[in-house]
């Protein structure tokens, strides 16, 4: 048995992308030439690897075995690639990046943008889940660099420290909150509470601060980003603790607006950049590094929109 390095990668693709269609749309390829080369694999072990289900695809104990080799033979192969790159001092080329959605939707466009300008040759990704998926996919190899609110799977992974957020209590701007300053912490808790999932470096950094669970608040949604929660809270359907820079255009806008909790001292929290401790990092990462680290750090306890300009400016 012969094993094709390309097929894997494609394998690979399918595994992580969880459909053939998400795939062959990454691999700019049909999605029938992705399914054919599928299928190819599968002659070449003699061993069905996917179980094609209506609406996801399974691994069968077989896949999962290769996806597991061919996962660490594909990182085998980048990190190569790598020092090669470095040897030969060449920045060009993708850069994947994850990060959880903060960081990701609020800290890291204006940068890359910035860092174009000066790195056009490097093609930036960025992909979004929360802290912990984010390090998953830099633990895995999936993506070179992850920008996340909570530290997950730290043994094998690398930490810098990238920033500081503020989380703060949002409420709608109705008639029902407007005139109200502050609360307790006791009120808080039995009112509708709109929280993070598990995953979530926000709600990970606010247990860490209140030292007990969220599950003891007056939980009526769990959302998966702050996006929907910020619809949630001006739909009047509840409350949440969230950054102030996914709230600050809404709050500007008189969309949102801040209460204080009475007694809690500011609740900040940091935001870190991962990378995998046993993978090189590219030349292109690297440059991003050390673009990306002096401007955050610069522009540490600005406004959203101050960043922003920031960013834009340099």
């Known amino acids: 048995m012969r094993l094709d390095?390309?097929?894997?990668?494609?394998?690979?693709?399918?595994?992580?992308?969880?459909?053939?269609?998400?795939?062959?749309?990454?691999?700019?390829?049909?999605?029938?030439?992705?399914?054919?080369?599928i299928k190819n694999l599968e002659d070449l072990v003699d061993a069905p690897l996917l179980d094609r289900l209506p609406r996801q695809i399974v691994l069968t104990h077989a896949g999962r075995l290769l996806y597991?080799?061919?996962?660490?033979?594909?990182?085998?192969?980048?990190?190569?690639?790598?020092?090669?790159?470095?040897?030969?001092?060449?920045?060009?080329?993708?850069?994947v990046l994850c990060g959880s959605t903060i960081p990701a939707e609020y800290l890291l466009p204006p940068i890359v943008a910035s860092f174009r300008k000066d790195f056009p040759q490097i093609r930036v990704e960025i992909r979004i889940s929360d802290s912990k998926g984010a390090c998953s996919d830099v633990v895995a190899g999936r993506a070179e660099l992850g920008f996340v609110g909570a530290v997950f799977e730290a043994d094998e992974i690398e930490v810098r420290h990238?920033?500081?957020?503020?989380?703060?209590?949002?409420?709608?701007?109705?008639?029902?909150?407007?005139?109200?300053?502050?609360?307790?912490?006791?009120?808080?808790?039995?009112?509708?509470?709109?929280?993070?999932?598990m995953g979530s470096g926000t709600r990970r950094a606010l247990e860490k601060m209140l030292g007990y669970s969220v599950d003891n608040f007056n939980v009526v949604g769990c959302f998966g980003s702050t996006g929907a929660i910020k619809e949630a809270i001006k739909a009047n359907i509840g409350v949440s603790i969230l950054s102030i820079l996914a709230v600050a255009a809404e709050i500007a806008g008189g969309l949102l607006r801040t209460v204080r909790i009475e007694n809690m001292e500011s609740m900040k929290r940091g935001f870190y950049?991962?990378?995998?401790?046993?993978?090189?990092?590219?030349?292109?990462?690297?440059?991003?590094?050390n673009f990306a680290l002096p401007l955050a750090h610069e522009a540490e306890g600005v406004?959203?929109?101050?960043?922003?300009?920031?960013?834009h400016a340099s």
Request: glycine share 4%.
């Open 5 to 37: 390095l390309n097929l894997i990668e494609i394998f690979c693709c399918v595994v992580e992308e969880g459909s053939f269609s998400r795939a062959a749309e990454k691999l700019r390829r049909s999605q029938s030439t992705v399914s054919g080369h």
């Open 68 to 95: 597991r080799y061919g996962r660490s033979i594909i990182n085998e192969k980048r990190s190569a690639e790598r020092e090669l790159k470095q040897l030969l001092n060449r920045e060009a080329g993708d850069l």
């Open 162 to 197: 990238f920033g500081s957020d503020e989380l703060v209590l949002v409420v709608p701007n109705n008639a029902e909150w407007r005139n109200i300053e502050s609360i307790t912490l006791s009120e808080l808790i039995t009112m509708p509470f709109l929280a993070r999932e």
């Open 273 to 289: 950049v991962v990378n995998n401790k046993k993978l090189s990092l590219s030349p292109a990462a690297e440059a991003f590094l």
């Open 303 to 311: 406004t959203s929109d101050a960043f922003q300009n920031h960013c």
